[in-house]
């Protein structure tokens, strides 16, 4: 047999073999455990090279969910406009959307495979807008970055939904909203941002400050966990009156709206902060669970 035909019949084969073990895997999600919600505080990319306390927590972590079937992420780092996306690969890529940091950290892969099936079960969940499947995008560093340390082994299905920027936070808690059916298959509805995320006042030489923490930064995430622990969903989706800190905290909405797509995912389920701390002076690293 001609060697480029060989090569081609093999990858056609490992493909095909690929879909079949994606498939299963939304199969098995017909019998799956209940999977809770999560957000995670994903600061920077430079984690995934990191043993500090962050990354050895979410080691922890991980180990202590339940097994999903899928994890669905919603990433700071994935933004559209007017219009919500969701990725369908069966191989989706690692993407390495940053610069200015080391070598060794380009060439770190993520080789989790998608879930397709499961990413058009999400379209047919979400009613308040349409949503399209795309090839064009994979798994950025809000998402890869994280699951490097919860799930190392890259052995469960990922898919992405991007954000639409031109929506405001009541859309996007609504969205989760809808989404929350997922958690019944086994899929982890997983929002990946920073509740404090403000890179024109961070420490670049702090890794893991807290006595440095700006008053600020400290004071509106400890306002997020309040409304947290209250259950004040209101409160929450309307964060600039949380507390006078918001305008420097979040001066941008991308970071912040992650949480509110766990947020409504989690439907009235109690929150557990796993984590919580800052970075850099600036960064909120605090995560948090709804749900067992």
Not at 134 to 153: C, M, N, R
Not at 195 to 205: F, K, S, W, Y
Request: hydrophobic letters at 45%.
């Amino acid at each position: 047999m001609n060697p480029r035909r060989r090569r081609v019949l093999h990858g056609v084969a490992a493909i095909a073999a690929l879909a079949r073990w994606a498939d299963a895997a939304c199969a098995q999600s017909s019998t799956a455990v209940r999977m809770p919600s999560i957000f995670v505080g994903h600061g920077s990319p430079m984690n995934v090279l990191a043993d500090n306390a962050f990354t050895r927590q979410l080691r922890i972590w991980g180990v202590s969910l339940p097994r999903p079937t899928a994890i669905l992420s919603v990433s700071a780092h994935w933004l559209t406009r007017g219009v919500t996306a969701v990725g369908s690969q069966l191989r989706p890529d690692t993407i390495h959307d940053f610069d200015g940091f080391p070598p060794s950290l380009y060439e770190t892969r993520y080789p989790a495979v998608g879930a397709p099936t499961l990413a058009h079960e999400a379209i047919g969940l979400v009613h308040r807008t349409p949503v399209r499947t795309t090839q064009e995008w994979g798994l950025d560093h809000g998402t890869w970055t994280v699951l490097y340390h919860l799930f190392p082994k890259a052995d469960v299905p990922v898919f992405q939904m991007s954000i639409d920027y031109d929506r405001v936070g009541a859309w996007h808690y609504a969205i989760g909203r809808e989404l929350a059916a997922l958690r019944e298959r086994g899929v982890l509805v997983m929002g990946s941002g920073n509740i404090v995320h403000t890179l024109r006042a961070t420490e670049p030489d702090v890794r893991e400050a807290t006595s440095s923490t700006r008053t600020w930064a400290r004071s509106f995430d400890d306002a997020v966990a309040k409304a947290l622990d209250a259950h004040d969903h209101d409160a929450l989706i309307a964060y600039g009156s949380l507390d006078s800190g918001a305008p420097l905290a979040v001066p941008t909405p991308d970071h912040y709206w992650p949480l509110l797509y766990a947020l409504g995912a989690a439907r009235d389920e109690k929150p557990r902060t796993v984590f919580a701390g800052f970075h850099a002076g600036t960064i909120s690293m605090r995560c948090v669970q709804f749900g067992a």
